[in-house]
């Protein structure tokens, strides 16, 4: 009877794994990148021991699963975030069957799945968040099985060093995974101070620091410049309070990780702290310790700072075990008869609704979201313009080049020209890409990003060669004075009009950059 109860949870578990996949997969293959896909797509096109932004690990498993660009549709090059967030899911199943029983990581594995964060965000979006929560949910997995145990047993000490091998990919995935080890301390220090005798402990920590190695490696070469722009990012030395920005912060994470969700996860701490969930309390400490110090710290931050809700989200998704738990004992009772408690019913409901509604928003303006029809502001105020026309001005740039170019208009080595890395991470994709044209970022550090590094490897353009600027009526910006000082020219080429259902959504501005005068400064003199 065991057997077959085990049997019938692992199969719902498999149909849920499957049309949560498939449902991705549709969605990946038929929308346009966003600002951040797009530029993270230069992590594997130009790769390296890490980035300006963030670490190598997004850029690896994009060349993995793109089998190493050669299929660069939006499809493919999303692939690892439908496939590790598949894999997610039995992760997940698997954590919440050892801390009670299937029925429980089944539950859990509903949970994550009804995530926005972890069903969108990581789940379709190729982004460091993807890896991150694939290695991160390893990794919480591992410390569950090991931080509680007696360190003395040989299997244990093997897995201190998986756990630490997991930290260390998770870190190399986003710079939040030390965390883990912070969790992981506070828990060895408060509940199991065995470990601190142990060579293992302090061989995993070492092993962590060999995976994270190429962090270290690319700052050293580049003055420490990532460090120094997370920093300032989070710096609070000097700004006062500011509510708004924690409103914001909180509100983002009730939307991002599903508001029924949210709720659930707000139940399932109180319960975990009045000790009323039935799994064991170490367990519980665990999973609090790796999750608690992330959110209260970001939160900490957005009371001075501007912060972003996906930020905090790794140790959010970690809390759905606590509120799967609450769930399991409150509708246990009745579990034969409702296979599925009704808040998570209504959570994937919710994420239902918004997955059709965002998808038919960004293709087809389900609703009409512009305020501003002010010719070079046309699509300002909709978001779900961030994915959506690129291939249009991409097929409509095509003719004004071909044009040019047979007339004697334009130079046949014109490149693309942008003076921050969105949009011209997007232009490079839809627009340079398909035409083998270059594209090279002029600017500040602060603006180009990527970019800096990508002048160098693309080589330095000849002096009286002729550039194009697109901009787009989302986020218009002149061209005029800023490329006065690199051009001797700057002129009106086109303008590209960007249909959605048959109206005019946005714009996008072309304009040609005629004989380049000055190259692009080489910030950090990169030879």
């Not at 931080?147 to 047993?153: D, K, R, V, W």
């Not at 002048?455 to 330095?460: A, D, H, L, S, V």
Request: charged share 15%.
């Amino acid at each position: 009877m065991m057997m077959s109860n085990k049997g019938i949870w692992r199969k719902r578990l498999y149909l849920l794994a499957i049309i949560s996949m498939i449902i991705r997969m549709i969605i990946a293959g038929f929308t346009e990148f966003g600002n951040d896909e797009v530029y993270y797509r230069l992590y594997a096109l130009y790769p390296d021991w890490s980035h300006f932004d963030h670490p190598l690990m997004v850029g690896l498993v994009m060349q993995l699963f793109s089998f190493n660009m050669a299929f660069d549709s939006e499809l493919f090059l999303r692939m690892s975030s439908i496939i590790l967030g598949t894999i997610n899911i039995f992760i997940v199943f698997n954590i919440g069957k050892t801390l009670k029983n299937s029925r429980l990581g089944f539950l859990s594995a509903l949970l994550y799945t009804s995530s926005i964060y972890a069903f969108v965000i990581t789940g379709i979006f190729i982004l460091p968040d993807t890896p991150q929560q694939f290695f991160w949910l390893l990794s919480l997995n591992v410390m569950l099985k090991t931080l509680p145990t007696c360190p003395n047993i040989k299997t244990n000490a093997y897995r201190m060093l998986r756990m630490g091998l997991l930290i260390g990919l998770t870190i190399i995935s986003k710079y939040t995974g030390v965390f883990l080890w912070f969790g992981a301390f506070l828990y060895i220090l408060f509940f199991n101070r065995e470990w601190l005798k142990k060579k293992w402990l302090y061989i995993s920590i070492f092993l962590t620091f060999v995976v994270s190695l190429p962090i270290l490696i690319w700052n050293f070469q580049n003055d420490f410049i990532s460090f120094t722009f997370h920093e300032a990012r989070v710096d609070v030395v000097g700004y006062h309070i500011d509510f708004d920005y924690f409103l914001t912060e909180v509100l983002g994470e009730f939307l991002y990780n599903n508001p029924v969700n949210y709720i659930l996860i707000i139940i399932g701490i109180f319960a975990a702290f009045r000790n009323k969930l039935n799994i064991e309390r170490k367990h519980k400490n665990v999973i609090l310790l790796a999750s608690l110090p992330l959110i209260f710290l970001f939160l900490g931050f957005s009371l001075f700072r501007s912060t972003l809700p996906h930020w905090t989200a790794p140790g959010i998704t970690s809390l759905i075990f606590l509120a799967a738990a609450w769930l399991d004992q409150k509708f246990e009772k009745n579990h034969k008869k409702n296979i599925i408690p009704w808040p998570i019913k209504l959570s994937l409901g919710i994420l239902i609704l918004i997955v059709v509604l965002g998808f038919y928003q960004i293709n087809y303006g389900l609703i009409n979201i512009v305020k501003n029809d002010k010719y070079t502001e046309l699509g300002s105020n909709d978001p779900s313009l961030d994915m959506f026309g690129y291939e249009q001005i991409g097929s409509e740039f095509a003719n004004i080049y071909k044009k040019d170019i047979s007339q004697g208009i334009m130079d046949k080595n014109s490149f693309m020209a942008g003076k921050k890395w969105f949009p011209l991470a997007n232009f490079d994709y839809y627009v340079a890409t398909p035409l083998g044209m270059k594209s090279y970022g002029f600017g500040g550090l602060e603006k180009i990003h990527k970019y800096a590094w990508i002048n160098q490897i693309n080589g330095k353009p000849e002096l009286g060669m002729d550039a194009y600027y697109i901009t787009d009526s989302r986020e218009y910006s002149s061209p005029n004075e800023f490329f006065k000082n690199y051009f001797d020219k700057v002129e009106v080429a086109d303008t590209i009009q960007v249909y959605r259902s048959g109206k005019i959504a946005k714009r996008a501005f072309v304009f040609r950059l005629k004989t380049l005068k000055k190259l692009p400064e080489n910030y950090l003199n990169i030879e």
